[in-house]
């Protein structure tokens, strides 16, 4: 298992960024297929993005492809979410997770990631 914490959140204005942050303790963060999702009020938790294990791959959802952005640094234990253009309907609780095994779907589901973060609070004001 790995350990994940979320960090950068906060209030922004529609058109800002944020960029979050994942640290992740455990074991070897190398070994793990990133991503992250999000969860908005009275809404189901969603893909977001997701990133392979040594940044060959990248996967966005419709919603965010163009203004998101994930990477990661293997030596840190980090993985990264540069959101810019940011819209209020951003707003959600966003969740970084790890996955078990290689991605083997642009797509991947929640079922197919192992250990999550506490969540960091993303508002974007109108």
């Known amino acids: 298992q790995v350990q994940l914490v979320e960090s950068g959140g906060g209030l922004v204005q529609a058109g800002g960024s944020l960029r979050l942050s994942c640290a992740a303790s455990g074991r070897t963060f190398s070994s793990y297929a990133m991503g992250w999702f999000r969860q908005a009020p009275g809404k189901e938790r969603e893909f977001v993005g997701g990133i392979s294990r040594f940044s060959i791959d990248t996967y966005y959802a419709d919603s965010v492809k163009g203004r998101f952005t994930i990477s990661r640094d293997n030596a840190k234990n980090t993985v990264y979410l540069q959101m810019n253009s940011l819209k209020p309907e951003d707003t959600a609780v966003y969740y970084c997770?790890?996955?078990?095994?290689?991605?083997?779907?642009?797509?991947?589901?929640?079922?197919?990631?192992?250990?999550w973060g506490q969540g960091t609070q993303v508002t974007v004001s109108s």
């Open positions: 997770a790890a996955h078990r095994g290689p991605f083997t779907t642009t797509q991947p589901q929640q079922a197919d990631f192992g250990s």
